[in-house]
């Protein structure tokens, strides 16, 4: 039986939506694993490019080199690891992948040459994204409707949290230079990942995926037979508008891309302001997603919901890209009143954007094979996340303002194209799906 979150009351408190939400049992494993595995996984995000540069000495080359080939690993590896969760237990894989990711990482402390570090980093990689595919396969069996979209908020936010507390461990080793501090903390960081897989071995059996239905000739293109009946396997390739969800989400997730290269790297070389100032919005936005995340996401499972916010994060995100630009060639303070602005709607484009794709991609997807979709979308975004640096690098930093507008364009266009596919896929209003009539609620109990 499938459990369901609390439904939320518009005036409740942060806190109350959050103790309300991980009552469930199987989102307060899932919040327990993320909270303790990702805090080691914040400590690997801020010193592993740094250890294996100043540290293994892997010239700027080299760690491009180990990052571009593990991303690509990690792109397929994602529906892969969907599609396992489809076939086998998704709990007992949810945990393997982990243990394997975190045994993965323990061992960067031990490499000592560009190709041990790049068999490690693809590792990472491949398990990594894995294990993302088949946990949104256990969220998407797990709950209905508005808890999925508020379960993937409640763990980005606590996913946030935890990586902030580990880049603050990683800073005590940074600040030492030491580098048997850096293999210590690298150590205690894959140790406490490991504690973090514990948890998950306590998940029901119930977000396993059911007894596999034969395959035959779908009668209806929305993934079920009519009547009622239980929908059968289909593969997402095949399925368009998932297809095209998955792209245009690929293309507007660049977004993140831009904030970790493309804004450091503007900053650094064509405004006034400190380079400094790419700190302070780092965490200008991890405090955004931390409070925004879960409120801003409610009512996203509603297609026309999702549509209309992915609409408002195109607009965002395309006048956060053209105050960007603005922010070059002018002084000093200017420039960073500019930036500040243009990272707050920025940020409120990221969380308003995968709030409108985390609904969509539930929603859309085939019941019968939920892995599989959800690998598809995570294969997605590793694509849109290996183009971003390239993108951002053709537009906005070689042509300046230009660009930049071509980017705020691309940005624009994708979030709307979403946008138009959620409308198709609702046809009929809100109030006819919300509020069944008597007549026909008399039908159903009859």
Not at 120 to 145: D, P, W
């Amino acid at each position: 039986m499938q459990t369901k979150l609390t439904k939320e009351s518009p005036t409740s408190s942060f806190r109350h939506r959050l103790r309300d939400s991980v009552s469930d049992p199987v989102l307060r494993i899932l919040v327990t694993a993320t909270l303790i595995s990702r805090v080691g996984r914040g400590v690997f995000l801020t010193i592993t490019v740094l250890y294996i540069t100043f540290v293994i000495g892997l010239s700027a080359g080299q760690a491009a080199t180990v990052l571009g080939v593990s991303s690509a690993i990690g792109v397929a590896t994602s529906y892969l690891g969907g599609l396992l969760a489809d076939r086998f237990s998704a709990r007992r894989l949810l945990f393997a992948l982990m243990a394997g990711e975190g045994i993965a990482l323990g061992c960067y402390p031990f490499a000592d040459s560009f190709t041990s570090v790049l068999l490690i980093a693809c590792a990472v990689s491949a398990l990594s994204n894995a294990s993302n595919a088949s946990r949104m396969a256990i969220v998407a069996r797990a709950f209905e409707g508005p808890a999925r979209v508020a379960t993937r908020a409640i763990l980005r936010t606590v996913t946030n949290v935890s990586i902030a507390v580990g880049a603050a461990i990683a800073g005590a080793a940074l600040l030492s230079n030491d580098v048997a501090s850096y293999r210590a903390v690298m150590v205690g960081a894959g140790c406490v990942y490991l504690v973090g897989v514990i948890p998950v071995w306590r998940l029901p059996k119930y977000v396993d995926a059911p007894a596999r239905v034969p395959v035959m000739p779908m009668i209806s293109s929305e993934g079920a037979a009519p009547g009622g009946a239980v929908s059968v396997a289909r593969s997402p390739f095949k399925d368009g508008p998932y297809l095209s969800l998955t792209v245009l989400s690929a293309i507007f997730g660049m977004q993140f891309g831009l904030a970790e290269v493309g804004v450091p790297l503007w900053i650094a070389h064509n405004t006034q302001a400190p380079t400094a100032l790419v700190s302070m919005l780092i965490i200008l936005n991890t405090v955004v997603v931390i409070v925004f995340q879960i409120p801003l996401s409610r009512g996203t499972e509603n297609p026309r919901t999702a549509g209309r916010v992915m609409t408002i994060a195109g607009i965002l995100m395309a006048a956060a890209c053209v105050v960007y630009a603005l922010a070059g060639g002018v002084s000093l303070a200017v420039a960073i009143v500019l930036l500040i602005i243009a990272a707050l709607a920025h940020a409120f484009a990221e969380v308003w954007s995968q709030a409108g794709a985390w609904g969509l991609s539930f929603e859309l997807a085939n019941e019968a094979n939920p892995g599989a979709y959800q690998g598809l979308f995570g294969m997605g975004a590793g694509l849109g996340a290996m183009c971003a640096p390239f993108v951002v690098a053709g537009t906005a930093l070689t042509f300046g303002f230009p660009g930049w507008l071509a980017l705020a364009v691309v940005f624009l266009a994708s979030a709307l194209g979403i946008a138009a596919i959620a409308r198709r896929a609702t046809p009929l209003t809100a109030d006819t799906v919300e509020q069944p009539s008597s007549e026909s609620l008399a039908v159903q109990s009859s």
